[in-house]
């Protein structure tokens, strides 16, 4: 059972447009939300992270959206650029586990 | 030089044999994580340690064993490696002394069994 689940295999922007990855989850218990991007052949890196108890967070360019009654969150890139090219996941934590689930993650291609 | 590193970064194995990946960190962190990543899978929590005597199973920890050698250190043995855990394997480490629930991957391990 995907407790988190990102829909979309994989999404194409044009630079300088906004890029938006979507994420929903089943278990109620997660309260803490972090997106990942992922080069080939490296590890994955933080971007950026959302509280249960926050709707919105921002970072330069890079904003996350928290809607708890639909479970969902989303990763607004805005503008894009072709360096955002990547692998995207994100993941959640349940109350104070400190333990991560991921999604299965949205490839990125941002066109010049 | 990288916080998180993982030796081999790339290993070829047969069937049966036992084959240990090792992860090493500089950053001070005590909580420790083994991940694998499979095509259309994301990633899957193997075991996490969260200091030297913690050892934790995650969500597919049969037919792996972990060891925690020290706070820098955390390594993970497929005691009789078989073709379905050909895949690419990430270690981790968070801190607990930071509010923020951000972990920090080495490059990854990319292990085929065949």
């Known amino acids: 059972d995907q407790q988190v689940k990102q829909n979309s295999p994989s999404l194409s922007v044009q630079e300088g447009r906004i890029s938006i990855l979507n994420c929903d989850y089943t278990n109620s218990m997660f309260d803490y939300f972090l997106w990942y991007k992922k080069y080939p052949a490296e590890g994955p890196t933080f971007l950026i992270s959302i509280s249960s108890i926050k709707d919105k967070n921002e970072d330069g360019r890079f904003t996350v959206f928290l809607n708890k009654s639909a479970k969902h969150l989303s990763l607004h890139i805005v503008p894009s650029q072709p360096g955002d090219s990547a692998v995207y996941f994100c993941?959640?934590?349940?109350?104070?586990?400190?333990?991560?689930?991921f999604g299965t993650g949205t490839r990125l291609k941002v066109l010049a | 030089d990288a916080d998180v590193t993982q030796t081999p970064r790339n290993r070829i194995t047969k069937t049966g044999k036992r084959i240990m990946l090792e992860c090493s960190q500089t950053k001070g962190h005590d909580r420790m994580y083994w991940y694998r990543q499979d095509p259309g899978l994301g990633l899957r929590l193997i075991y996490y340690?969260?200091?030297?005597?913690?050892?934790n199973k995650g969500e597919i920890s049969d037919g792996y064993s972990v060891s925690r050698q020290a706070q820098a250190k955390f390594s993970l043995s497929l005691e009789s490696a078989i073709p379905n855990q050909t895949a690419l394997y990430f270690c981790a480490t968070s801190d607990s002394q930071r509010s923020s629930y951000e972990q920090y991957f080495g490059p990854g391990t990319r292990l085929t069994v065949t």
């Open positions: 340690s969260f200091d030297v005597k913690d050892i």
């Open positions: 993941a959640a934590s349940p109350s104070g586990t400190y333990k991560y689930i």
